[in-house]
C-alpha cells in the first residue's frame, strides 16, 4: 500500500472545477475533510467526486466534521458553498436531477445551523482539535510540521498553571476518551472503505490505495496502513504532524484513557446515580466545605497512602496503585508542583485506584453486597455529611432506620480507639431510631459492621475519607474529589455558588432529592438571599405548586412542605398560598400543626384532593407492606398485585373521607383521579375490588379507566 496524502477523492479536479467555474478559491483542509468523510460513508464516487445525500451530509456535519476538523471561522463559512457547489458538480455529470438536487441543497440549508453549533460544542473536543485551536489562536502556521514540532515543545516546556485551562465543564478524561472513539471510528470507516473497495471498486477506482497482499503477515501490514492513513488524516484536518507527536514524543499533553484511572470511578458514579434517579441531570447537594485551592497540595501530601507512593516506601501491595496513577512516576511531577486542578486529579486516581481493589462487603447468605464505590457515591450524595456504620449495615439488612434518621449526620466523637467495636444496643437504639435494640442485634451486625470498618479504614489511607468510632464520612479533600470525579461521569454536582445562582424553581426542583435538612437549609438559603419576605418565600411555594401541577409524580405535598417546615417559612406566607388549587390543602394542614385556626372551606376542593390522594396511596402502602410481611413469614415468595393487596387500612381512611366529601363516595372518586392519575391508579385498584359497597366499587373501576385514559393522553 503506498502511503498518500490523500485519498481518490477527486479533490485536487474538483477545487479547478469550482475555480473556473465559480471564480471561487474553496479551503483545501475543509474541502478535503467533507469529501474525505462522505466517501468513507459510503458515497457513490461515479461523477468523480463523492456523491452527497441528505442523509450523508447531516451525517458528515453534524458527527463527523465537529470531531475530526478543526477550522478557522472562513473555512466553516466555506461549508454550505462547498456542497452546494459538489451539488451543482454531480448535477452537471447527469447523476442527480432537478428535483434530487434541490432537495440536496435544502438539505444543506437546514444542516449548516447545527453544524455550526456542534463545531463550537466544547463536548466535540479531542486532542487534536484542542492543540489546533490553541496553535490557531497563537497565530502557528498548521500545515508546518516544524512549526507545530517548536509549538508543542514551548508548551510542553510551559509551566501547567500558565497552560490554557479546558474551556467548562470538560475534564482530561473528556477528550481522552473522545479521542479515543474518534480514532476508532475513523479506523472503522477506512476498514469499511476498503472492504468495498476489495468487493466492488467505483469505476473512477479503489478510493483507498492498493493493499500489501504481498506482505508477510497482510492482516497486520493492513491495519499498521489504515492506522497511517488516520493519522495523515488528522493531521491534514488539525495541525501537521500532530497525531504523531501526540502519541509519540508529547503523549504526555494527551492522556488516553488508561492515563485518567479515575475516569472508571466516574463511570461507576454515573451508574449509581442512574440506579438511584435514573436521570444524570439530577444534582447533588454540594458539600458544605471543600478546601482552597492552595490547601489541596498539602492535604494529599499529609495522606498516607499517596505520601508512600510518592516516596517509593511501598510493599507489593500498593504496586498496582502505584503502577496505575504513576507514583513514583510521571505524576511525580504533579505530585511536586501541580497545579490544584491536577493534584485534585491526582488524588481522585489514588482514591479510584484504591477502591477498585477493596472487595465488596457481603452480608450473610449474599443478602446485600456493596463495594467501595457505593460507599463513596452514597456519602456525596448525602451531602457529604457522616454516616455510620451500624447504621448502613442495618439498613441494607432491611432491620429497619427510622425514616428520619435515614439521612441524618451521625455525631462525630471527639476520640475513640483505632479498632472499630460495633455500638452497644443502647447506642444502636439511638442510631436506628428504633428503641429496644438487644446483644442478639449487635452481634448479628458485628461481623459485617467490622467488614465494612476495614474497608472505610482503606479508603482513609488516601486522605479522602475518615473513621472516628462508628462514624465515617469524607474529609474536606475526599468531598472536592468526589465532586470532581462526579463531575467527570456527567452527573448534576454543583458547587455551593452554582446552588445560590439558583431561582425557586431550580431550587424547588433540586431539594426533593436532597436529605431533608439539607433541602430545608436550601430553601431557606434561598429565602434568606432574597431578603427573608413573605414575597420570597412565596416564590417556592410558588413553584412547589407548580412542580407538582406539572409533575404529580414530582414529590408527595407532605415532603416538600416538611422541608419548607423544617426551612421555617413563615406563617404569612402559608396563608397567601391556602387558595393554591394544588397545594392550598398541605398549607392548611401545616397551619393547623402550628397551632393556627384554618376552615376547611378556604381551600379548594382540588387541593384538598392532592392531600387526600397521597394519604390514601401511604394507607396502600402500609398495608401493602405488612401484607408482604405476612406472605414472607407464611413462606410465601410471590409478588402480590395492588388488587391483591387487603385494604385493611385504606378502607376506613377512605370511608372517613368520602363521608365529609361533598357529593359522597363517587364524587370523591372522580376529584382523586383530578388531581393525581398517577397515583391514584392502585388505590382505585383497591377500592374497585374490595370495597363492600357495590356502587362505590363499580364507581371505582369507571374512574380508574378513566384515569388511566388520562396518563396514556398525555404520555
Known amino acids: 500500500m503506498t502511503r498518500t496524502n490523500a485519498l481518490n477523492t477527486g479533490r485536487d479536479d474538483f477545487l479547478t472545477w469550482v475555480s473556473r467555474e465559480r471564480g471561487a478559491a474553496l479551503p483545501v483542509r475543509t474541502t478535503d475533510a467533507v469529501l474525505t468523510m462522505l466517501a468513507l460513508r459510503g458515497a457513490e464516487r461515479r461523477a468523480g467526486v463523492p456523491e452527497p445525500t441528505p442523509q450523508l451530509v447531516r451525517q458528515v456535519l ?91 515543545d514551548t508548551h510542553e516546556s510551559t ?34 472503505a476498503f472492504a468495498r473497495d476489495t468487493s466492488a ?20 501490514a493492513l491495519t499498521g496502513e489504515l492506522d497511517h492513513i488516520a493519522a495523515e488524516l488528522t493531521d491534514r484536518w488539525t495541525a501537521a504532524g500532530l497525531e504523531g507527536a501526540l502519541t509519540g514524543r508529547h503523549a504526555s499533553l494527551a492522556p488516553g484513557p488508561e492515563a485518567v484511572p479515575h475516569a472508571s470511578l466516574a463511570d461507576h458514579m454515573l451508574d449509581e446515580h442512574l440506579d438511584y434517579y435514573g436521570d444524570s441531570a439530577v444534582p447533588l447537594p454540594p458539600p458544605a466545605a471543600v478546601p482552597a ?47 490544584p486542578q491536577e493534584l485534585l486529579e491526582l488524588a481522585a486516581d489514588l482514591l479510584a485506584a484504591q477502591a477498585e481493589r477493596l472487595p465488596p462487603v457481603t452480608g450473610p447468605d449474599d443478602a446485600y453486597s456493596f463495594d467501595a464505590a457505593h460507599l463513596l457515591y452514597s456519602l456525596y450524595e448525602r ?3 457522616p454516616d455510620s456504620v ?42 436506628l431510631g428504633m428503641p429496644g435494640r438487644t446483644e442478639e442485634d449487635r452481634a448479628e451486625i458485628d461481623a459485617p459492621a467490622k467488614g465494612l470498618a476495614a474497608v472505610v479504614d482503606q479508603l482513609a489511607r488516601t486522605g479522602c475519607v475518615f473513621r472516628t468510632g462508628d462514624t465515617y464520612g469524607l474529609t474536606p479533600l475526599g468531598a472536592a474529589v468526589m465532586r470532581h470525579v462526579i463531575t467527570v461521569g456527567h452527573v448534576a454536582a454543583p458547587d455551593q455558588e452554582t446552588v445560590a445562582g439558583w431561582d425557586a424553581a431550580q431550587t424547588v426542583a433540586a431539594v426533593r432529592h436532597w436529605p431533608t435538612q439539607l433541602a430545608a437549609s436550601a430553601l431557606a438559603a434561598f429565602a434568606d438571599r432574597h431578603g427573608g419576605t413573605d414575597q420570597a418565600w412565596g416564590e417556592l411555594l410558588s413553584a412547589v405548586a407548580a412542580a407538582r401541577s406539572e409533575d404529580a409524580n414530582a414529590a408527595r405535598t407532605a415532603e416538600y412542605f416538611a422541608q419548607l417546615d423544617r426551612a421555617g417559612v413563615p406563617t404569612t406566607a402559608l396563608r397567601a398560598a391556602l387558595g393554591d388549587p394544588v397545594t392550598g390543602a398541605a398549607a392548611r394542614r401545616l397551619l393547623l400543626s402550628r397551632g393556627e385556626s384554618v376552615p376547611e372551606d378556604a381551600v379548594p376542593l382540588g387541593a384538598r384532593a392532592t392531600v387526600l390522594v397521597e394519604e390514601l396511596d401511604q394507607r396502600w402502602i402500609d398495608d401493602m407492606l405488612v401484607h408482604v410481611k ?86
Not at 467505483?202 to 497482510?218: F, K, M, N, V
Not at 385493611?648 to 392519575?677: I, Q, V
Open 62 to 152: 453534524h458527527e463527523d466534521l465537529p470531531q475530526l476538523l478543526y477550522a478557522g471561522d472562513e473555512e466553516l463559512d466555506a461549508v454550505p458553498v462547498l456542497l452546494t457547489a459538489l451539488a451543482d458538480r454531480v448535477r452537471a455529470a447527469g447523476r442527480l436531477n432537478a428535483k434530487r438536487h434541490a432537495k440536496l441543497v435544502a438539505a444543506v440549508e437546514e444542516a449548516v445551523p447545527e453544524f455550526r453549533r456542534a463545531m463550537a460544542d466544547p463536548l466535540n473536543l479531542t486532542w487534536p482539535r484542542w492543540y489546533a485551536s490553541l496553535m490557531s489562536a497563537d497565530g502557528v502556521d498548521r500545515d508546518d510540521a516544524d512549526a507545530v514540532r517548536a509549538w508543542l
Open 159 to 192: 509551566p501547567h498553571a500558565d497552560r490554557p485551562a479546558l474551556p467548562e465543564p470538560l475534564h482530561r478524561s473528556d477528550l481522552a476518551d473522545r479521542t479515543f472513539s474518534v480514532r476508532a471510528r475513523l479506523a472503522e470507516a477506512l476498514l469499511e
Open 201 to 220: 471498486a467505483s469505476p473512477p477506482g479503489p478510493l483507498l490505495p492498493a493493499p500489501p497482499l504481498d506482505a508477510d503477515r497482510p492482516d497486520d
Open 293 to 339: 485551592p492552595d490547601e489541596i497540595q498539602g492535604l494529599l501530601h499529609a495522606a498516607p497512602l499517596p505520601a508512600a507512593l510518592a516516596s517509593g516506601t511501598f510493599d507489593d501491595e500498593l504496586r498496582e496503585v502505584s503502577e496505575r496513577c504513576g507514583l513514583p512516576g510521571p505524576a511525580s511531577d504533579v505530585w511536586t508542583e501541580g497545579t
Open 383 to 385: 451531602g457529604s455529611t
Open 390 to 431: 451500624a447504621r448502613k449495615i442495618c439498613d441494607a439488612k432491611d432491620d429497619g432506620v427510622a425514616p428520619e434518621l435515614e439521612d441524618a449526620p451521625a455525631p462525630v466523637p471527639g476520640s475513640a480507639p483505632a479498632a472499630y467495636e460495633t455500638p452497644s444496643p443502647e447506642e444502636l437504639s439511638a442510631l
Open 630 to 715: 405476612r406472605r414472607d413469614d407464611s413462606g410465601d415468595n410471590g409478588i402480590p398485585g395492588p388488587a391483591d393487596i387487603p385494604p385493611t387500612t385504606l378502607l376506613p381512611a377512605f370511608d372517613t373521607a368520602a363521608a365529609a366529601w361533598p357529593g359522597g363516595a363517587t364524587a370523591l372518586l372522580s376529584a382523586l383521579a383530578t388531581a393525581d392519575p398517577a397515583t391514584s391508579l392502585r388505590v382505585l385498584d383497591s377500592l374497585h375490588t374490595h370495597h363492600p359497597d357495590r356502587t362505590v366499587a363499580a364507581a371505582a373501576g369507571r374512574t380508574r379507566k378513566s384515569a388511566q385514559r388520562t396518563l396514556s393522553g398525555r404520555r
